[in-house]
C-alpha cells in the first residue's frame, strides 16, 4: 500500500528527470511543449477529476450540481490567489531577466499542478481506506504513470523561463509530494473526506480550468507560433486520453 502511495508521490518528479538532458531550447519547440502540456492537464482534468467528482456524488443532478459548484469555486479561488498572492517575487531563483507577468503565469500553474495533486492523494488514500486493497493499488499506479508527464509539463514550463534545471526538477518533485500528504489524510480520515471527495476534486478542476484558460494557453500564443502550440494541446490531451482509457 505504502509503496503504491510512494509510487504515486515520486512519480511527478520522475517526469520530470528528461529535463537535465535539454539545453537550449527555441521558443519555437517551448510553445509547442507548453502547450503539449496544457492539452495533458486538460485532459487529466475533464477524465481525473471531472468525471470521478460526479462517479462519487452518485452521477445524479445533485452530484452535477456540487461539481459544478466546486469547478467554479476552484476558479475563483485561483483568480484571487492571481491578485492577492505573493508567488511572483519567487523570482530571486530566476537566472536571467524575463518580464514578470510570464513568470506569474508559470507559478500559477505551479500552483494548479499541486492543487490537482491533493485531491488525487485523497482519493488514492480514500481508496485504501474502504477496504479493498487491490482499488487503492489500481487508483494510485494509475495516478502515478498519469503524473509523469504532469512532472515534465511543470519542469518544461520553469526551464522556459530560464530556471535552471536542478530547481525546475525540484519544483516539479516538490508538487508530486503533496500527493502522499493527501493519501494519507484520506486513509486515516476517510469518514471525514469521503463526502467532500465530489466538490475537493471539481474544486481542483476548476482551478486548473482557470490556469489553462486564463494563462498557459495565452501564453503559448504570445511568441508568434500559435498553430504549432494549439497542435501542441492536440496532441497531450489525446496522450493522456489514451493513458486514462488503458489505466482504466
Same mark, same amino acid.
Given at each position: ?47 481525473s477529476l471531472i468525471l470521478p467528482s460526479i462517479e462519487f456524488g452518485g452521477k445524479d443532478f445533485k452530484a452535477v450540481m456540487i461539481t459544478s459548484a466546486g469547478i467554479l469555486a476552484g476558479g475563483i ?28 503565469k508559470i507559478w500559477l500553474f505551479v500552483i494548479a499542478i499541486a492543487l490537482h495533486n491533493f485531491p488525487e492523494g485523497l482519493a488514492t488514500g480514500v481508496g485504501f481506506g474502504s477496504g479493498d486493497i ?17 512532472? $515534465? ?5 520553469? +526551464? ?5 534545471? =536542478? %530547481?525546475? /526538477?525540484?519544483? *516539479? @518533485? ?9 493519501? $494519507? ?5 476517510? +469518514? ?5 471527495? =465530489? %466538490?475537493? /476534486?471539481?474544486? *481542483? @478542476? ?43
Amino acid at each position: 500500500m505504502f509503496l503504491s502511495i510512494g509510487f504515486a508521490g515520486i512519480a511527478t518528479g520522475l517526469g520530470a528527470i528528461p529535463i537535465l538532458l535539454t539545453e537550449n531550447i527555441s521558443r519555437r519547440l517551448l510553445d509547442i511543449l507548453l502547450g503539449f502540456a496544457a492539452g495533458i492537464m486538460l485532459a487529466a482534468t475533464s477524465f481525473s477529476l471531472i468525471l470521478p467528482s460526479i462517479e462519487f456524488g452518485g452521477k445524479d443532478f445533485k452530484a452535477v450540481m456540487i461539481t459544478s459548484a466546486g469547478i467554479l469555486a476552484g476558479g475563483i479561488f485561483l483568480d484571487f490567489m492571481d491578485k492577492h498572492s505573493p508567488h511572483v517575487h519567487l523570482l530571486n531563483k530566476k537566472a536571467e531577466g524575463g518580464d514578470s507577468g510570464s513568470l506569474r503565469k508559470i507559478w500559477l500553474f505551479v500552483i494548479a499542478i499541486a492543487l490537482h495533486n491533493f485531491p488525487e492523494g485523497l482519493a488514492t488514500g480514500v481508496g485504501f481506506g474502504s477496504g479493498d486493497i487491490s482499488n487503492g493499488v489500481t487508483i494510485a499506479m494509475g495516478i502515478g504513470i498519469q503524473n509523469l508527464p504532469e512532472g $515534465l509539463a511543470v519542469a518544461l514550463a520553469l +526551464r522556459r523561463e530560464r530556471y535552471s534545471k =536542478g %530547481f525546475s /526538477l525540484w519544483v *516539479a @518533485a516538490l508538487t508530486g509530494l503533496i500527493e502522499p500528504v493527501g493519501a $494519507l489524510l484520506g486513509l486515516v480520515l476517510i +469518514r471525514t473526506f469521503q463526502p467532500l471527495m =465530489g %466538490f475537493i /476534486l471539481a474544486f *481542483a @478542476a476548476g482551478a486548473m480550468l482557470f490556469v489553462i484558460s486564463d494563462e498557459i494557453i495565452p501564453e503559448t500564443h504570445s511568441g508568434g507560433f500559435e498553430r504549432e502550440a494549439t497542435y501542441g494541446v492536440m496532441v497531450g490531451f489525446v496522450v493522456m486520453l489514451i493513458l486514462d482509457i488503458l489505466l482504466g
